[in-house]
């Protein structure tokens, strides 16, 4: 066995590298991050052979003092903090002082600085462990870092770079989310001497849609919410507009990019309710907390953070989501979704269902089912953002007018989420009235299901169900819930049975509790080729703008859709 030595510099500098540069796009993010530290208004980045062979970036920041140049390259050296109490309050995006270090020992390295006042910059190359000393050099105010030949000395580490297209994938989606992150500085990139990205320097929104393009701007909303000092703004997109891969899915603490689980989670449980299969949503999304309560040196790469009040952050980013989520389907159209300008008030929509006689459930299935002979007054144009009926079309679509020209209605869909968010809130307030059947249902079941009913009966009264043992392989319905009164009493219970035999009753109350509504809403909701009035589809349109997500069904498929009279304009070809 060997003795045990202390490593040569070099080496536990390139062992750092491991960590820190494990492909060019993470020298990229190490070099631009350390320009944003140092103040620069624009930054300018230069690739060749995907990052492979030169990363240079230059910057109009600060600068480093001629003396300080090649302590810039030393292990461990930086000017972000001083002391532990620093470190427990970092603010920079920078602060270990390791990555100049590491990607210095696997390249050849140009740093060339001039602070403002300076007649001229000065220079110093480095190349493994050889730094030169500083030379007169021809530079504007700011700091040029060129980077060639990554991984020349450590040829095991390069033999696992992908392709020159691949790399530059990876460099131009750090690029994206520096660019992201900092809407007021301008950047530009340029690979193999093409100009490839330019960002001037502009707002949030203008950022995101220039970053992400106009068909993120087309689905996503505005989001601000500030709540004992924590703030999340940004853009997040409509469940209509999710995409089938998490590659438009940016989250940034205090203006660095994140990835973290607790965050992930927030996010994903704010989405459950109105997303369709495995699919993701995108966002852009800003939170801005006190340093002192996050965490950012948990790895070298310093994308992992941890919260001090991890459970107060992860309801924070829920609640906000899932508000924003709320209240924006009724207001804007899922297909055109305004990201500047959030939908139309709440208050005017209940006032418009309380003019119609539907804001309380009951009274709006009197409406819908019961009374289709009489309708009430409808209200003035602007309080109606889903406008009035004008026909059904093959039994499944309701065609109904507003102010922006034709809006076209799933009923089942825009149905099924009515009576989910109605079943929702009264499980949550521990009030499902139930409705006595005038004949109960008996039918024919195994043993296990009797077994079930029998064992779990008071959590089947809590969500509406009387259902006993008429028998050792029978069971009798005897009531249901009165939100569901319509839907066939055998089939709606089996399929509760086997929801609380599968996964018990206490995860069926908690985490199953959804997937259980959903099935149920779904059974009673108002089915294809049935008939509708135009008061019966006015009293739907008028329910769906009081009701919290009803742009989306149960599985996340959108409910309506909006053409609007620009469109419709442009299939005739008017004004040509």
């Known amino acids: 066995m060997s003795s045990i030595r202390v490593l040569p510099e070099l080496l536990i500098s390139q062992i750092a590298a491991g960590e820190v540069v494990d492909r060019p796009a993470s020298a990229l993010k190490e070099l631009l991050e350390n320009s944003l530290d140092a103040g620069a208004r624009a930054l300018s980045v230069q690739l060749a052979g995907g990052g492979m062979k030169l990363i240079k970036v230059a910057d109009d920041g600060g600068g ?135 960002f001037g320097p502009q707002s949030l929104r203008g950022r995101i849609g220039a970053v992400l393009g106009e068909d993120f701007h087309a689905g996503a909303l505005e989001l601000d919410e500030s709540s004992a000092g924590l703030r999340l703004h940004g853009a997040v997109g409509l469940p209509a507009h999710a995409r089938a891969s998490r590659d438009e899915q940016y989250c940034f603490v205090n203006g660095r990019f994140v990835r973290d689980k607790l965050i992930a989670h927030a996010i994903r449980q704010a989405y459950q309710d109105v997303l369709h299969h495995q699919q993701y949503p995108s966002f852009v999304l800003f939170l801005e907390i006190d340093p002192a309560q996050v965490d950012v040196n948990v790895h070298p790469t310093k994308t992992e953070v941890r919260f001090r009040d991890a459970r107060g952050v992860h309801q924070f980013i829920f609640h906000a989501l899932n508000k924003a989520l709320a209240g924006a389907v009724a207001g804007a159209t899922p297909v055109r979704s305004t990201f500047a300008a959030p939908g139309i008030a709440a208050q005017p929509i209940r006032q418009a269902a309380m003019a119609l006689g539907t804001a309380e459930p009951m009274a709006f299935y009197e409406t819908l089912f019961r009374r289709p002979e009489s309708a009430a007054p409808l209200p003035e144009a602007e309080e109606a953002p889903l406008g009035f009926a004008l026909a059904q079309l093959s039994g499944v679509y309701v065609l109904a ?151 989306q069904c149960n599985h996340g498929r959108p409910t309506w859709h909006q053409v609007t009279l620009v469109e419709l304009d442009k299939l005739f070809m008017r004004g040509r």
Not at 184 to 192: G, M, R
């Open 64 to 198: 480093i003092p001629r003396e300080e140049l090649a302590l810039a390259l030393a292990r461990h050296a930086t000017s972000k903090i001083t002391s532990l109490e620093d470190l427990e309050r970092v603010a920079s995006l920078g602060f270990r002082g390791e990555a100049l270090a590491s990607i210095a020992a696997v390249s050849r390295l140009t740093l060339t600085s001039r602070r403002a006042g300076e007649k001229h910059g000065w220079t110093v190359t480095a190349s493994g462990a050889d730094v030169s000393k500083a030379a007169p050099a021809p530079l504007a105010a700011g700091t040029s870092i060129g980077v060639r030949d990554l991984y020349f000395n450590t040829p095991a580490r390069r033999k696992f770079l992908k392709s020159e297209a691949t790399e530059f994938a990876h460099c131009e989606e750090a690029f994206r989310r520096i660019a992201l992150s900092r809407p007021e500085v301008a950047f530009t990139l340029q690979h193999n001497v093409r100009a490839q990205r330019h």
């Open 401 to 551: 007018q507003n102010r922006d020209g034709l809006v076209i209605v799933d009923m089942h869909a825009a149905h099924e989420r009515i009576v989910y968010e109605q079943l929702k809130g009264a499980l949550d307030r521990r009030e499902i009235p139930m409705q006595p059947l005038l004949v109960p249902v008996t039918f024919s079941t195994g043993a296990l299901d009797v077994a079930t009913a029998e064992e779990h009966a008071e959590v089947l009264r809590t969500i509406g169900f009387d259902i006993a043992a008429a028998s050792p392989t029978s069971l009798i319905v005897r009531a249901v819930p009165a939100l569901l009164a319509d839907a066939d009493p055998r089939r709606l219970a089996s399929d509760v049975l086997r929801e609380v035999r599968e996964y018990g009753a206490s995860r069926v109350l908690t985490e199953r509790r959804n997937e259980l509504l959903a099935a149920m809403a779904c059974h009673t909701a108002v089915r294809a080729n049935r008939k509708l009035t135009v008061p019966e589809m006015n009293a739907l349109l008028r329910e769906m703008e009081a009701t919290e997500r009803s742009g």
